[in-house]
T-cell receptor
Framework: NAGVMQNPRHLVRRRGQEARLRCSPM?????VYWYRQLPEEGLKFMVY????????ESGMPKERFSAEFPKEGPSILRIQQVVRGDSAAYFC????????????????FGPGTRLTVT | QKEVEQDPGPLSVPEGAIVSLNCTYS??????FMWYRQYSRKGPELLMY????GNKEDGRFTAQVDKSSKYISLFIRDSQPSDSATYLC????????????FGAGTQVVVTP
């Protein structure tokens, strides 16, 4: 019973390069969420996706960041032209259904990808 | 002012003691409340989930929600060294789909 899988677990990029972070949700889950955790800070919501749809991207920086969850394959968080301030742990979570009133809609987290920008 | 406030600790307790954690929030639109445990360099693990005011118990864990005071708590009975971790409160508004807002996390150390 595999949980949420993320890869790579560690990623080192030089300033200006692109970073691609992948997330495979739990089996049967069709909703994916991305969060960023900076050192000594709590998790900050970035984006919520359903298959082929972005539901809420209110936490995404306006530039350089994008996310997708295609019909087939994992969800991808893409950071273009990385800067040192992008160094953080990026966590993906998944849930079996949407955030409907009254339903238990727990989010289950993966182990994270730790991005270091040099 | 942050919408969700949580004392970062560290909170150090002896083995067997009760660990008491809490968070306050400022927006009454928060209706769903969760507690996660995060070990160092790992992903958060869901411990408890509550919707309404009152208590919810699961083994050694008890979660309390007081919506009138905008205050939530997590109690861990008979604490063990394996409970040493960072505990994150999280909450969601009814109209914000999947967006969880987290507290900064409280680091707990249980000493043998």
């Amino acid at each position: 019973n595999a949980g949420v899988m993320q890869n790579p677990r560690h990623l080192v990029r030089r300033r200006g390069q692109e970073a691609r972070l992948r997330c495979s949700p739990m089996k049967g889950h069709s909703h994916v969420y991305w969060y960023r955790q900076l050192p000594e800070e709590g998790l900050k919501f970035m984006v919520y996706l359903q298959k082929e749809n972005i539901i809420d991207e209110s936490g995404m920086p306006k530039e350089r960041f994008s996310a997708e969850f295609p019909k087939e394959g994992p969800s991808i968080l893409r950071i273009q032209q990385v800067v040192r301030g992008d160094s953080a742990a990026y966590f993906c979570a998944s849930s079996p259904q949407g955030q409907e009133e009254g339903l238990a809609v727990e989010q289950y987290f993966g182990p994270g990808t730790r991005l270091t920008v040099t | 002012q942050k919408e969700v406030e949580q004392d970062p600790g560290p909170l150090s307790v002896p083995e067997g003691a009760i660990v008491s954690l809490n968070c306050t929030y400022s927006n009454s639109a928060f209706q769903y409340f969760m507690w996660y445990r995060q070990y160092s360099r790992k992903g958060p693990e869901l411990l408890m989930y509550t919707y309404s005011s009152g208590n919810k118990e699961d083994g050694r864990f008890t979660a309390q929600v007081d919506k009138s005071s905008k205050y939530i708590s997590l109690f861990i009975r008979d604490s063990q060294p394996s409970d040493s971790a960072t505990y994150l409160c999280a909450m969601r508004k009814t109209d914000s789909w999947g967006k969880l807002q987290f507290g900064a996390g409280t680091q707990v150390v249980v000493t043998p």
